[in-house]
């Protein structure tokens, strides 16, 4: 990894280099695709597929340039190859490229102006993410001379151009291995205490059924690798609402076992099993279900148009999958697109509240510092992580991001952590290093493959051997589902804010045997390493939905009063009944970011703050407020109309 180059993806301008052997091809026609493999130097190298038609290839010691030099000039089929590409000092994060970029073009230049830059540089026009083509989707031409990388960083020094990204492939694990012993069934939806089973460990789902078990009307996603939509227990009248299949392109979002699939019928279950006197129940049984099929790969441009679809058509979405521990930050248009759909996704327009799992491997969530952390990969064992990791979807500040307990109320031992995780749902418990290993704790009862699929309980369409955080994400779903269902008026917003609030604050003293880390207990502004706002409770989230104003947590009294966009300064309120230092506390906005000094802000109090760095556009844009832990606290539009005049401007 000799040469040195430059990925930007999101705000970020990551240092990457080439890989010693592996790069990707985007392949011809499926014909000829078995024939050109099996020629030359790609004999002896490793070809798996990867995406759609872009390969994997290793190529054999030494012959990664004869390989790639011979797929380049192949007379009959000449193919485009890519260099894969690794993190600056970190050989187990790994990006691959297809031959596209998305871009946004700064709005106050003309279409022509950026049909002309797209010439110059050789690239073709593909699609627009919205109605201006400010966002678009292009392809990179042989007539531009260079890879889309290489040509991302000439665009970003165009002032046509606000960014410039390559449009990556990424690859996500399953949060839950299929080999998990047999427990007594669906104590994770009630109160209980019993043999490995501690009192209150469940999420008290049962309690909540006396005032909601979910409404048709509400809708969950389940964006997964498959679901067995004739099973009893995810059909009735008006459960399905009708889905995509972005695996096979069609409608019947069906599972296959020669595809592997095995992970979105029991994560379909543990949300929302019918209640029909058979089989298991789910957490929120009355909803109705969006189902989503993906081949957990995807590149940016999919995964876009796969959140688009859904998050258009249910109010709340869960995702039980994300990438091994490396870095893998969001490129802007997905992270945009997330906020977004947080606030006026959803069919009745009022936000989509995503979930997603943690994950598996007891790593940080989010960790800038690391230099080396060991993890167990599914198919070849033990790895190091050494440089820093990130997981984009988990770390979204947007997104709900679900954690682990067992059913003794402590950590589960395999559940990633940090202080991006927003609440904990009970799961099973094993080692990560170790899957086989079973460590203390029940798992999950839920709906299984039979027909379809590979199944965890081979002849069944149920199974007891669930969990993970696969299993904790849509349990925590499912319990959004019933507050909404309690009250539709609420905002996904208000949703989350009322499941957080509402938490139980369990505590695990214990110190962590890998990590040394003692994150059990919680901080000053409520929240736990390992835990977030603590575990999910159904039945008191839903009494708090009836009342019909979400609760505020201490921690979010501070908000923006107004701003004044000439001379970049915001006015800060206390809206709590308690003193608020401002030490820490964030200020951003599309220009930049601004962090507070030291200041004693009174109950009702106010503050006006001159900002250095996060400067007020006078164009549509975000002013955001976080706390010190990164929770954002408030978030407000500012208006051209407005921003563009010299005054304060009120946004409570």
């Known amino acids: 990894m000799a040469l040195s ?112 830059l797209l010439r110059k540089l050789g690239l073709r026009f593909i699609k627009a993410y919205d109605k201006a083509y400010e966002q678009c989707l292009v392809q990179v031409l042989s007539a531009a001379g260079a890879n889309p990388l290489k040509v991302s960083c000439r665009m970003m020094d165009d002032a046509l151009v606000a960014r410039a990204e390559p449009n990556l492939v990424n690859r996500f694990e399953a949060q839950q291995p299929p080999s998990d012993p047999m427990f007594p069934q669906q104590w994770h939806l009630q109160y209980g205490e019993g043999l490995d089973l501690a009192p209150k460990a469940g999420i008290n789902a049962s309690g909540a059924w006396r005032m909601a078990k979910g409404s048709r009307q509400i809708t969950i996603g389940i964006i997964d690798d498959g679901f067995d939509l004739s099973h009893p227990d995810l059909s009735g009248a008006g459960k399905i609402v009708p889905g995509r299949d972005f695996t096979a392109g069609d409608s019947t979002p069906a599972p296959e076992s020669l595809n592997g699939d095995f992970h979105g019928t029991p994560c379909a279950g543990v949300a929302l099993a019918e209640e029909n006197g058979t089989g298991v129940v789910g957490a929120a049984p009355g909803c109705s279900f969006l189902p989503v099929r993906f081949p957990l790969t995807a590149d940016d441009d999919t995964l876009y148009e796969i959140f688009e679809f859904a998050g258009r058509r249910a109010h709340i979405l869960s995702c039980s999958w994300g990438p091994v521990p490396v870095y893998a930050p969001l490129p802007s248009l997905l ?168 938490a139980d604050k369990i505590v695990d003293a214990s110190t962590d045997p890998a990590t040394g880390i003692r994150g059990g207990s919680y901080q000053e502004h409520g929240k736990s390493f390992w835990f977030g706002h603590g575990k999910v409770n159904a039945q008191r989230a839903v009494e708090t939905a009836l009342q019909g104003l979400p609760q505020q947590e201490p921690a979010n009294g501070l908000a923006i009063l107004a701003y004044q966009a000439e001379s970049s300064r915001i006015l800060l309120f206390n809206r709590s009944p308690n003193a608020i230092n401002l030490k820490g506390y964030r200020i951003e906005t599309p220009a930049g970011k601004d962090q507070l000094g030291a200041f004693e802000l009174s109950p009702g109090q106010t503050v006006r703050v001159r900002l250095a760095q996060a400067l007020l556009l006078t164009g549509n844009g975000q002013i955001t407020l976080r706390s010190p832990d990164g929770d954002i606290l408030d978030r407000q539009d500012t208006a051209a109309a407005t921003a563009a005049k010299e005054g304060w401007w009120r946004l409570l």
């Open 335 to 502: 992270s945009e697109q997330v906020s977004r759909l947080a606030r006026s996704g959803g069919p009745d327009g009022k936000g989509c509240l995503i979930f997603f799992a943690a994950g598996n491997y007891n790593a940080p969530v989010a960790d800038p510092g690391n230099t080396s952390f060991w993890w167990h990969h599914a198919e070849t064992g033990r790895k190091e992580t050494r440089g820093a990791i990130l997981n984009g979807y988990a770390a979204h500040p947007d997104t709900v991001t679900v954690a682990a307990s067992t059913s003794l109320n402590q950590k589960a031992g395999y559940s990633n952590w940090g202080k991006e995780i927003t609440l904990c749902a009970p799961s099973d418990n094993w080692n990560p290093l170790n899957p086989q290993e079973r460590w203390p704790g029940r798992s999950i009862w839920t709906t299984d493959n039979e027909a379809e699929g590979l199944g965890f309980s081979p002849g069944s369409r149920y199974t007891g051997y669930f969990g993970g955080t696969s299993s904790a994400c849509p349990l925590a779903a499912g319990a959004a589902a019933l507050v909404k269902s309690a009250n539709p008026d609420l905002t996904a917003l208000a949703v989350r804010s009322i499941l957080t609030a509402t």
């Open 5 to 116: 180059y430059y990925l930007y993806r999101g705000k970020e301008k990551i240092k990457i280099g080439h890989e010693a052997r592996v790069f990707t091809v985007i392949a011809p026609e499926s014909h000829t695709r078995k024939a050109l493999f099996a020629e030359g130097p790609l004999q002896s190298a490793s070809i798996k597929p990867l995406f759609r038609n872009v390969y994997k290839i290793e190529a054999a010691p030494g012959q990664l340039e004869a390989s790639m030099g011979f797929l380049r000039s192949n007379a009959r089929h000449p193919a485009v190859c890519h260099h894969a590409y690794c993190l600056a000092g970190d050989e187990a994060t790994r990006y691959y490229l297809t031959d596209q970029l998305t871009v946004q073009f700064h709005p106050h230049h003309s279409l022509a102006q950026r049909e002309a």
